[in-house]
Every structure is written in structure tokens, then in C-alpha cells.
């Protein structure tokens, strides 16, 4: 199961990259423009994308199919269906609770988890290490 924090060549990562036969894209700094390395792993079939900072740290999953990654044990986060239940979980957990128009953020001490919505339904979810999380006002 990856997490944010992990390291790209920790074993459970390089295990799942050979699993899925999945690729790594090395993004370096080509126009000077001051940017870090960066590291990304996509795969369509598993609608997951990872990306790895200048460290080879996971600092951010995307996860396109919420209900399929948590089924198949891809990624772990709470299972939250709706605005009410992040809200009760945000609060039952002391977690710093962001809200826009159609997603919901709970921030902890370890990770960021942003659930997003359309029509009332979860679409995706991305987990993010607090440190890549963008700012957010609190609610």
C-alpha cells in the first residue's frame, strides 16, 4: 500500500512499480527556471498517479477511482462518502477541516486528505503530505 512519505526506492514502492509494470518519469529543471526534480508515476488502468519530490519522497497521490484503490488496497485514506461524514470525521479527529465549492480538505499532522465531488458523488481523491498541500482557508 503506498503512502505519502514513502521513499521511491523503498521496497513496498519499487514492489508496487513492478507489479503494475509501471514506468517513472524524471522531470528535471530544463529551462533554469529554479524548480526541483521532480518524479511521477501514472497509470490510466489503476487511475492513480504519484508524485515524488526532489528526495524521491511521495509527497502526493492522486486517485481518480476512490472506491476501485481502496478495493484493490492501493492507497489507504478514510472512506468518506459525503460533505457530512468528512465534516463528522474532521471534527471526531481534530483535523483542520478546508472547504471549497465541491471538495472538502482535512488536514493532519501527517498527511492532507481532499476529497472532491461532483453531483454529490465522490469523483477523486488526493492524498497529499502537509508540506505539498496548497494553503487553504479553514473553516
Known amino acids: 500500500m503506498i503512502d505519502v512519505g514513502m521513499l521511491l526506492k523503498s521496497d513496498e514502492v519499487v514492489d508496487f512499480l513492478e507489479l503494475y509494470d509501471l514506468p517513472v518519469q524524471y522531470h528535471f529543471d530544463r529551462l533554469h527556471e529554479g524548480e526541483s526534480d521532480s518524479y511521477t508515476v501514472e497509470s490510466e ?3 492513480l498517479e504519484l508524485r515524488f519530490d526532489a ?3 511521495c509527497i502526493t497521490i492522486f486517485v481518480r477511482d476512490p472506491a476501485a484503490a481502496l478495493a484493490q488496497g492501493l492507497v489507504s485514506f478514510p472512506n468518506l462518502q459525503s ?3 468528512i465534516e463528522a470525521y474532521a471534527k471526531e ?3 483542520t477541516l478546508s ?3 465541491s471538495w472538502l480538505r482535512c488536514d493532519g499532522v ?3 486528505v481532499h476529497y472532491e465531488f461532483a453531483d454529490d458523488e465522490l469523483k477523486m481523491v488526493t492524498v497529499m ?3 505539498a498541500a496548497p494553503k487553504a482557508q479553514h473553516t
Open 93 to 95: 479527529n481534530a483535523l
Open 129 to 131: 503530505s502537509p508540506n
Open 83 to 85: 460533505p457530512a461524514e
Open 99 to 101: 472547504r471549497g465549492g
Open 45 to 47: 488502468d489503476l487511475s
Open 110 to 112: 501527517a498527511r492532507c
Open 55 to 57: 528526495d524521491q519522497r
